[in-house]
């Protein structure tokens, strides 16, 4: 099963009815993929959807079904990880 890190501003759009990001929603929902994701991840998706001009246009219920199905489903990724730091030329 493929397994994808999908950025917060797909799910914010998807919590807005965002009709491109709506597939991505039905596809996990569907279990076509697994979402990787972190605590990071999530606290970076609750912030951002309290942000004032967002807050008002996303449905609390809606935000914390999708809190619950990432956390329910989701594969925790490695948040240890960090890519290498390259010398300036």
Do not use: C, Y
Not at 59 to 85: A, C, I, K, Q, Y
């Amino acid at each position: 099963m493929l397994r994808i890190v999908v950025d917060t501003n797909i799910w914010i759009r998807t919590l807005l009815g965002g009709p491109v990001s709506l597939p991505v929603l039905v596809a996990l929902r569907e279990n076509r993929f697994k979402a990787v994701i972190s605590e990071a991840l999530l606290k970076e998706l609750q912030g951002v959807a309290q942000r004032p001009r967002l807050k008002k246009r996303i449905d609390p219920f809606n935000l914390n079904e999708l809190l619950d199905l990432l956390t329910l489903t989701g594969d925790v990724g490695r948040t240890d990880n960090h890519p290498p730091t390259l010398p300036r030329p």
